[in-house]
Structure formats: C-alpha cells, structure tokens
C-alpha cells in the first residue's frame, strides 16, 4: 500500500475538524432521524445512538488528538547487522485494509476512520442500519476532507448491506481484507468468525465483574460499585457481576446495605442462593448461564464466594474478558487476584469504567480488544499496524 505524507494525512484531519464543526446542524438533523425510526425497545442501544453538541465536541477532540499524535507507520522496531553484512531493520507497516462491523455508535464512524486513516490504512466502516443517516452523513463529511486533500475516498467507505448481504461478503469480500474488528455481543462475533476469510479481533463484550474482599473498605466499594454499574449502562467496561467475600466484617448488614443502594439508584438485582439466605425477597438468578450475559441494563447479579481464589475462578469461567476489579486494603490478595484473572484490564480499588483509550493515555479507540493476538485492550493508533522486515545486502547468499 502507497505511504501517505504524515503531512497529508494531518491535512485530511484538519480538513474533518473544519467541516464537523461548520455543519453541525445537518449532522443532528440525520441523526434526528434515525432517533425517529427507533423503537427505543432497547435502551443502552438508544443511547449510544444519539448524538448532541456535546458528543459532536468529542468527535473533533478524537480528531484533533489523532492528529497531534506521531505516524506510526514506517517506524524502526530494530536493527540488526549481521556478519555476512546483511542489514535487516524491522519497521511498522500498515495493516492494509480493515473491516469494523459494529452498532448503534455514529462516534464509532469517526474514530476508527481517523484511526484507520492515520496509520494509512483502508476501512470499511459496517455501521447498523439503526444509524444509517447518522453515518452517511459522517462519511460523506470524510469523502469531502479526502477530496480537498486530493486523496481518493476509497480510503473509508460504508458498507450497507443486511445480515445475508454481509454474510456473502465476508465469505468473498469484493477487495482484500486484512483484519475484521466485531465490536457487539456474542451472536455478532460468532456470526464473524463463522463466515470470515481473515483475521478476526474480539472486542467489545463487557460482562465486568468486582469482587469485595474480606479486607476491602466498604465505603469506597459501595462508591466504586455505583460508579461501575450506573454511570453508563451502554459502555462495554459498565459492571454487571459483584461477587462478595463471605469473611467480611457484618456481611449480612452490608449485603442489605449494598441492596439498598442499589435498589435507590434504580438498578435490579439477581442474587445465587446464598445471597438470596439474607436478601430474601432478591430475585433468583434463573441458570448459571446468566454469569456469562452482558446485561447493558440497570441490573445486575450479587453473588457469594468463600475466597478470591474462588472469586478468580468464577471470572474466568463467566467473564467477557474484559474488565475485572477487586477491592481490597490487601497488596497480596490484590497482586493475585490481578495477576491470575484473565481479562485485558484488571484494577485494584477502582471503577471498571477507566477501560477506555482516553482515560488510559491512547486517546481515541478502534476498540478495547479482549484478543490476545495481535493486541489486548485499547486498539490506539499504535495497535493499528504490523510490521515488515527489511532487508539491505550486497549480493550475498545463504552457503
């Protein structure tokens, strides 16, 4: 794939900056309409759908960090001289072509394309048909920031297209793909790795959990918990699970605590048998298969464990992989506990909702990756290349 300028490329960014501020209104009036077609059956979808001024400020700011931030494509890795006189340097290379099947987000429509473009690859943006005008919108905004810079608008393109429309073209996509990116629920990602013919990264599924050690503070437990669970239910790093040491301190009292807090601040609670002992009235978690459900939803399942080797051990047999928290004052039981649960972010006496390129320091995100190959966690623009071998000699051969 042709290299472009990093001066270019900055070019095209400062170009979408101009034009998303200077044609707000027609942005919101799309989008206007595609919040009139929704049935708003599901809430969390709803609202990663709307978009206000103040969501538009966050598109550009995405843009204007993107652009702030060095190339990375073409970079030294290493280098190495060898004795036959061979120089071989290693240096980051584009990915090529990148596929983003996702839902709802027309933010997601900016910042993977500046992303994408950025590191100087192609993408094909997948976006649901929920947010048709919204994106169309978005892309013919790109398309005019290209244009200006005289760069072709192939460089992003939407896809619309329905589920069988998408199914032959993963199956035989029209051009290369190098790397397909689902960012959705289980259905959506097993529907991807079904039918594609490349490289496939996870991302998106929450299904976070928080375990409350015998020796946390309660008071920043109860305050991390509201955090994680209510301050947006729509978020991917939003907590579902609480698990509660058996060993703590009144741990009837502070089950019927935790119960009440949550209950006020409007979130439903599911409970395992053993919670439901002291919250009596607690609806029943119906199958053990709920452990595995993201919810996006203000509720939530309260469960008990006897140990955080139990508590690690439910994790990784439920979790999305994702995010995944314990509290405690304990330094070794906090260092186990993060070190044995298998999520791409762990956090020792923190809210689960810092899983999130800018509030890590990577700045705008593709998504969190809950792969382990090639990255896990934040996809930044550092993540969105691979690398290529160089080799300079002087006609030697291998004797």
Sequence with gaps: MKLIPTEIK????????????????????????????????DQAMYDRLVLT??????????????????????????????????????????????????ESRPDVTVEAAVLAFKANNKILLKGGKEALYSNKILVDFWHQALIENDLPTDYIQLLVMNREETQA????????????????GEKLIAFVKEHA????????????????????????????ILNAKTDKISACNALDKILISTAIDDYQEKLKNLANILENNG?????????????????????????????????????????VDEAIHKINKNSG????????????????FMEQVDCAA????????FTDGGQMGVGAELAISTDKL????????????????????DGQIRE
């Design 321 to 336: 992989g994702h995010s995944a928290s314990i509290m405690t004052t304990d330094p070794s039981k906090a260092q186990v």
């Design 267 to 307: 979130v439903s609670i599911l409970a395992d048998t053993d919670i439901r002992k002291v919250l009596k009235d607690a609806t029943p978690i119906p199958n053990e298969e709920v452990w595995k459900e993201e919810f996006l939803a203000m509720k939530c399942c309260i469960g008990a464990v006897n140990s």
């Design 10 to 41: 900055n070019n095209v960014l400062s170009s979408m900056i101009q034009i998303l501020n200077e044609n707000r209104k027609e942005l919101l009036n799309a989008n206007k309409k595609d919040l009139e077609l929704f049935t708003k059956e």
């Design 169 to 184: 073209f993963l199956k035989n996509p029209t051009e290369k793909l190098d790397l397909i990116v689902p960012r959705g």
């Design 53 to 102: 001024d103040k969501k538009i400020d966050e598109m550009i700011l995405a843009v204007t960090k993107v652009k702030s931030q060095n190339d990375p494509v073409h970079k030294e890795i290493s280098k190495k001289e060898l004795d036959n006189g061979l120089t071989i340097i290693n240096k980051t290379a584009p990915f090529g072509t990148i596929m983003i099947i996702y």
């Design 346 to 353: 762990v956090y020792q006496n923190a809210s689960t909702r």
């Design 374 to 393: 090639h990255h896990r966690g934040p996809l930044g623009l550092n993540e969105l290349v691979t690398n290529k071998y160089y080799f300079f000699g």
């Design 197 to 224: 013919k490349c490289a496939v990264l996870v991302s998106g599924r929450g299904n976070n959990f928080l375990f409350v050690d015998e020796n946390a503070n309660w008071e920043q437990s109860i305050k991390v």
